[in-house]
């Protein structure tokens, strides 16, 4: 029975791609975010079942061209259902890969049931299921791909954060974290898969659709969306600086604000290499990599709440950075903050309060103070690499 909303936009998009409108694909307001310009859109829901809010369609054409022929087939409550389905099957499976990579813990059955209760009562992942957000596919791929690299699987490494990096742009980060530590292999790979599906949308999609997706990101690339719901760090500073109301409508980027989030950017690099100086590979990559896509996300200009299961996922699994040791109450106190602070369906007024963002603040602070392996009893030295059974 859910609403599917955030879903109707690849659904119609690929639909059109099907039927040759693509001049309707990349239809949107372009000062108020949420709204689509084309009465095209509302003759195609009213005809395939869909009763909801439509959104712009903001996605890589190829993307839709790829769900073209099920969209082209089947009504929106079908299409819904099935993609329900596998975003569903994606939170069970990015628990999985979690536990692999991080905290093998965690597939434990107290600890289980722990992480799944506290995955289900939060505001991320409750926005994710019931909108039929794509992000859930996409946090799955990025953690296939970490899970894939450490298990030594170049190829299928390379191949999920392609498909990943097809869906959503800041998966690119995990690329330029594997180039910046010496993963050629994996990056080689990516940059393979890209490149065919690159080859695969000049083949495939029409030019003219292609064209209006440059411009589209372009276009997103120097605005802010001020939506209630858009934890990112420049719609945040923005907001508080200006008091502009959260009500959808775009707004240019001030150069003064890109400059401090690139600033901000590089800083946080030049502080990954400082701290991980001397680490192991694989104890560097279980704390680094945390850092580097959490980053990301909300220095992006769109960070939307459903985003922030990754700060969920990897909030549970500080323990295993701090190897349960006596310093592991500084783990312990930040997942408790997170939860009670960030994630419980935090609304005021209508509208969202920040703190999913500041839950990723006290997330990434943990993460820079988790100890060196070599301050960690020899037990928990390797707990966040140990394989599953381990």
Same mark, same amino acid.
């Given at each position: 029975?859910?609403?599917g ?7 119609f ?37 869909? =009763? ?12 839709? =061209?790829?769900? #073209? ?5 089947v009504?929106?409550? &079908?299409? /819904? ?19 692999r990579?991080w ?5 434990? &059955?107290?600890? !289980?049931?722990?992480? !799944? ?11 994710? $299921?019931? /909108? ?7 946090i *799955?791929?990025?953690? $296939? ?9 170049? =190829?299928?490494?390379? *191949?999920?954060l ?5 869906? @959503?742009v800041?998966?690119v ?23 065919? !599906?690159? *080859?695969?949308?000049?083949? !495939?999609?029409?030019?003219?659709? #292609? ?6 990101l372009?276009?997103? #690339? ?6 209630? /719901? /858009?934890?990112?760090? +420049? ?9 502009t ?16 989030t690139?600033?901000i950017?590089?800083? =946080?690099?030049?502080? $990954? ?8 590979? @694989? ?35 500080l ?15 930040t997942?408790?903050?997170?939860l ?20 990723? *603040?006290?997330l ?12 960690l009893?020899e ?7 140990? +394989?599953?059974?381990?």
């Open positions: 029975m859910i609403a909303d955030d879903l109707s936009s690849l659904y998009a690929a639909r059109f791609i099907a039927f040759g409108e693509v001049q309707h694909v990349f239809s949107y307001d372009p000062v108020q975010f949420t709204e689509v310009a084309s009465s095209r859109w509302e003759q195609e829901a009213a005809a395939t079942g869909f =009763t909801g809010y439509m959104h712009p369609y903001v996605q890589a054409p190829l993307w839709a =061209t790829m769900v #073209s022929p099920l969209a082209a087939r009504s929106f409550p &079908t299409f /819904n259902l099935i993609f329900f389905v596998i975003h569903t099957a994606s939170v069970v499976g990015a628990v999985v890969l979690v536990a990579v905290a093998p813990y965690l597939l434990r &059955t107290s600890y !289980l049931g722990l992480t !799944l209760v506290c995955l289900c009562s939060t505001r991320p992942l409750w926005d994710a $299921l019931y /909108n039929n957000q794509t992000q859930l596919l996409v *799955l791929l990025v953690l $296939l791909a970490v899970e894939r690299q450490r298990a030594g699987a170049f =190829t299928t490494a390379g *191949l999920a392609a498909i990943a990096t097809l869906i @959503k800041t998966p980060a995990l690329a330029v974290y594997w180039l910046a530590t010496g993963r050629r292999k994996e990056v080689a790979i990516w940059a393979g898969a890209m490149l065919v !599906l690159g *080859l695969a949308s000049l083949l !495939l999609v029409d030019p003219e659709l #292609s064209r209006a997706f440059v411009t589209r372009r276009d997103l #690339s120097t605005v802010l969306v001020m939506g209630n /719901n /858009n934890q990112s760090f +420049p719609v945040v500073a923005y907001h508080l600086s200006t008091a109301p959260l009500r959808w409508q775009v707004v240019t980027m001030p150069g003064a604000l890109s400059i401090a690139t600033a950017h590089i800083g =946080t690099v030049l502080a $990954l290499i400082w701290k991980f100086k001397g680490w192991p590979d @694989k104890e560097r990559d279980a704390v680094a990599i945390p850092i580097v896509l959490v980053t990301t996300m909300i220095l992006a200009p769109i960070a939307w709440t459903h985003y922030f299961i990754t700060v969920i996922l990897f909030t549970l699994c323990p295993a950075f701090f190897g349960h040791t006596r310093s592991s109450r500084i783990a312990m106190v997942i408790v903050l997170v009670a602070t960030g994630f419980f369906t935090a609304t005021s007024g209508g509208a969202e309060t920040w703190t999913p963002f500041l839950a990723a *603040l006290l990434l602070a943990a993460l820079y103070l988790a100890p060196h392996p070599s301050k009893p037990a928990a030295r390797h707990a966040s690499v140990a +394989p599953v059974g381990a």
